[in-house]
């Protein structure tokens, strides 16, 4: 972590004091404004893998090279320091700040499981105790600056999720994890339901044990039924993030407190929790895109290419889901010339369509004014480029610019 330090520590020097609700509020906030990214795991249902799949996409992130914290909710079964072999560590406090375990250069680590005074030891709290505690997990442990947090919460739609979704604030999105049998898909769809009923949005949904990888020969079999993980996707227009098949080796992994995608990086299952976060790693570079008023840089590589460009009224349309239009402008980059425009109606605008419909029309790159993140990521996931903050002005002049490398960006607009 480049600078380590709970909110308090590092805004005044002077600790963490608590004391009256507005400090505190304060308090939370500054700790949350220092977290770029923040995702929760949830499950309708128990025994689905959630902690499993919330342990290897925060080391899978870190492992990318983003600073990592992954905090373990879920206070009366708290499974993360088994699984990262941090079973006796015990977090050091100072100035009244609590330091998360270190798990390695990039992954901090947090979970109730660390206060105990052994693994065996119920904890009987009612709902307000265990909203006091998760919120002391947001804002008096160390977390300092990370690019993600990964919250591991225990299944179904109680005290824990609700108080870590009303305390991270609208903008963490679930991570919604099931397997693909129906009745675990039905509970799963309550999940959804719950983070809507909240204003948090959805990422996405795995399916996890979703069919059986052979030990000799590793080829994927559906042992049980699969796909119910994708149905649900689709009927709640939620992305679908993937299918982790069962693996014994995950199971093993998780009983000796290895991290399976690290020792495993090969198998299947592994390769499949990278293409979970890959959509998670886009959010990151989408933040990471240039700031307003700037140029465009021109195209690098020299060929032909298809540019979308939403329209209205023919001029490019600030709103991307609302465009009437779209131009598609086939380019030489070679020669920064046109070499044709046709113009296309698309289908209605729903969640996901448009990226997909613009992929399916061959297009590289959308020329935007504005775009909400989401379909930035959706985008993204299908190989198409996004330019973002384009001004209003005739579709092939907009194209024109771009290829002269003067093609000036404002804000992005779109804020949802
Ligand atoms: N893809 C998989 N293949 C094989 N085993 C798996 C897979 N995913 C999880 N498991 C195993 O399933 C068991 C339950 O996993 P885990 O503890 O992650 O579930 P959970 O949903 O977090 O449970 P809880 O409801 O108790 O919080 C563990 O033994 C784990 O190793």
């Not at 989408?286 to 001029?315: F, H, N, R, S, Y």
Request: charged share 20%.
């Amino acid at each position: 972590m480049a600078e380590h330090g709970c909110s308090s520590c590092s805004s005044g020097g002077s600790g963490c004091q608590g004391g009256k609700n507005e400090q505190e509020d304060q308090k939370l906030q500054n700790c949350l404004s220092r977290i770029k990214n923040k995702f929760v795991v949830l499950s309708g249902k128990g025994g689905v893998g959630k902690s499993t799949v919330a342990v290897n996409l925060a080391a899978s992130l870190a492992m990318a090279g983003q600073k990592v914290g992954l905090l373990d909710v879920d206070v009366h079964g708290p499974s993360v320091p088994r699984l990262l072999s941090l079973g006796q560590s015990k977090p050091h406090l100072d100035n009244q700040c609590i330091e998360p375990i270190q798990w390695d250069k990039n992954l901090w680590v947090m979970s109730l499981g660390f206060m105990l005074p052994n693994a065996n030891e119920a904890v009987i709290w009612r709902g307000p105790v265990k909203m006091g505690l998760i919120k002391q997990f947001l804002e008096d442990v160390a977390w300092g600056d990370l690019d993600y947090l990964i919250v591991d919460c225990p299944p179904g739609t109680g005290d824990e999720p609700l108080s870590t979704l009303q305390l991270l604030g609208q903008d963490a999105e679930a991570v919604i994890v099931t397997t693909p049998q129906g009745v675990a898909v039905d509970d799963v769809r309550r999940s959804v339901t719950f983070c809507q009923q909240l204003g948090n949005p959805v990422f996405g949904i795995v399916e996890n044990m979703s069919g059986f990888v052979c030990p000799s020969c590793k080829e994927t079999v559906d042992i049980f039924t699969s796909g119910g993980g994708e149905e649900l996707a689709s009927e709640m227009h939620a992305r679908f993030l993937g299918r982790i098949p069962l693996d014994p080796e995950i199971v093993r992994a998780g009983d000796e407190g290895y991290v399976f995608v690290k020792t495993h990086h090969e198998s299947p299952a592994a390769q499949a929790v990278g293409s979970i976060v890959k959509p998670m790693l886009a959010k990151q570079e989408l933040l990471q895109e240039k700031p307003a008023g700037q140029t465009a840089p021109a195209p690098e590589a020299d060929g032909e290419m298809l540019i979308a460009v939403p329209v209205a009224q023919g001029q490019l349309c600030m709103h991307f889901g609302h465009c009437e239009q779209f131009a598609l402008v086939r380019v030489d980059t070679a020669n920064k010339t046109v070499l044709g425009t046709e113009m296309h109606t698309p289908p209605p605008h729903e969640p996901g369509v448009l990226p997909k419909w613009l992929a399916d029309q061959q297009a590289n790159l959308v020329i935007a004014g504005g775009m909400g993140s989401r379909a930035q990521s959706l985008f993204t996931q299908h190989g198409v480029k996004v330019i973002t903050g384009a001004q209003p002005g005739a579709a092939e002049e907009v194209v024109g610019s771009y290829l002269a490398g003067t093609l000036q960006t404002g804000q992005n607009i779109c804020d949802h």
